[in-house]
């Protein structure tokens, strides 16, 4: 049996187009163009390619991308005032602060500080609170990304047994909530958790975001299963370069796997269409 490979690009570009078509819409029907907010701080190389993919995405989809970029010498209460500043802008509609900040930061502080109703990539508590109590908020990214790369292969999850392998904040605890709303049966495992791979063989539908290249074995997949697997791991590859893996050893389990996300081309490129699907939803429900 060998998988069926979950093309993160092209759901991703299907998200894309939904939310072109309906910021087309928006514009036409009440000359709303909704804005995106990224503040940047330091010159961190990953940040700045994440976030250049960001802006150019914004702007394919029609919105405005607005981007504030601050050294890495300046201050935490320059972020707060500079989010302060952004809260209270009417054109932004979503405001994302690039993580990770400086250590001098604190991350928490700034994630506080920005208005839930404009907190596109879903961390602040108020948000957090809303989907553990099943009320409608902004979801993070990631997360989310995974869950429409799972119903991409199967629309009704309901009653699948799930295993989710983190419980970070942004990505793990998130996915499990989701998968829940999903009516999964959801486990959350953990580097305390104790026989990983016995958990992992009964999950119909595994999430492994966990920051351990190949960590997840092939004989640890249930044949058929759904695999999403959301670790970005940067590996040493041939002639010098690195290359990224996944925390799934691809090789293997798309041997026994009924459908499973590649990585590079799965879940990453879904964060960015899901950060943009939040943005135009931030702008709907600010202007009802
Ligand atoms: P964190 O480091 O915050 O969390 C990792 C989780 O994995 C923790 O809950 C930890 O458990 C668990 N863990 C660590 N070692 C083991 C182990 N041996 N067995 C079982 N569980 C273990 O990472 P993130 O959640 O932020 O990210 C996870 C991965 O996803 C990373 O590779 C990251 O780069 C990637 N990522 C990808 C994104 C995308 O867009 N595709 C977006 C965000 C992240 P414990 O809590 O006990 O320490």
């Excluded at 029907?29 to 250049?52: F, H, I, K």
């Excluded at 989907?131 to 990631?142: E, I, Q, R």
């Excluded at 695999?227 to 090789?251: Q, T």
Aim: one cysteine or more; aromatic letters at 2%.
């Amino acid at each position: 049996m060998t998988a069926r490979i979950i093309d993160g690009k092209e759901r991703a570009a299907e998200v894309c187009r939904m939310v072109t078509d309906a910021v087309a819409l928006l514009k036409v029907e009440r000359g709303v163009v909704p804005g995106l907010a990224v503040v940047l701080v330091g010159d961190d190389p990953a940040s700045q390619v994440y976030v250049r993919n960001k802006a150019k995405q914004t702007l394919a989809c029609g919105m405005r991308s607005l981007e504030h970029r601050l050294p890495v010498t300046a201050t935490e209460a320059e972020v707060l005032a500079l989010v302060g500043v952004l809260n209270r802008d009417p054109g932004v509609d979503g405001i994302l602060v690039q993580l990770p900040l400086p250590k001098h930061i604190a991350e928490a502080a700034v994630i506080e500080a920005i208005d839930p109703g404009k907190d596109v990539d879903g961390f602040h508590p108020v948000n957090a609170g809303r989907l553990a109590s099943n009320a409608p908020g902004l979801v993070p990214c990631t997360p989310l990304g995974c869950v429409l790369l799972a119903k991409s292969v199967m629309p009704e999850l309901r009653g699948l047994e799930a295993v989710v392998i983190g419980r970070s904040n942004i990505v793990g605890k998130p996915v499990a909530q989701l998968l829940l709303r999903e009516d999964c049966t959801v486990t959350i495992a953990h580097s305390r958790t104790r026989d990983l791979p016995g958990i992992v063989r009964r999950a119909d539908l595994v999430v492994a975001a966990v920051g351990r290249p190949g960590m997840v074995r092939g004989d640890w997949i249930k044949p058929g299963a759904i695999v999403i697997d959301v670790g970005i791991n940067r590996v040493p590859g041939e002639g010098g370069k690195s290359r990224l893996v996944g925390d799934v050893a691809f090789g293997e389990a798309v041997a026994v796997a009924g459908a499973i996300t590649p990585v590079p081309g799965g879940v990453g490129p879904m964060t960015i269409a899901c950060l943009l699907q939040n943005t135009l939803t931030a702008a709907k429900a600010r202007r009802g």
